[in-house]
């Protein structure tokens, strides 16, 4: 095999090990945007019990701990902004934003899936969003 023949083989597959890295990043994306609309749907129905579903462990005992409540009683003290259609999503390792017309979620990744960390979030000038709910 000559020099030219195996610079483009390596070539070729590196641009397909690039095309896979794309795929899982969307299916990635897709999932954590599935996760985020799921999240909004429920707030939309009041459907509390869907709502603790989708936070992580850690929020959802933060937002216990602070309303002094189980989830879904805690949920009523709560006041998230209707979310809308998702305009981004953003994926960092384990970690994801989704932004939507009326609001930010924050997500991380678990051996189940997609789980809320963070909602209800207003971004800051030059400062940490403002999150209605959050995780320690």
Known sequence: MTLR?????????AALVGLAGCGQVDRREDAAAAVAAGFEDAAGRSDAAALCGTLAPATREELE?????????????????????????????????????????????FPEGWKVTAAG????????????????
């Open 121 to 136: 979030c207003t971004p800051r000038d030059r400062r940490p969003y403002q999150c209605e709910i959050k995780g320690a």
């Open 65 to 109: 701990d602070q309303e002094k409540k189980d989830c879904e009683p805690a949920l009523a003290g709560v006041d998230l902004p209707a979310g809308g259609p998702v305009r981004r999503v953003d994926v960092f390792g384990r970690q994801a934003r989704v932004v939507l017309e009326g609001d930010t979620l924050f997500l991380s990744a």
């Open 5 to 13: 023949m195996r610079w483009v083989r390596a070539a070729g597959v």
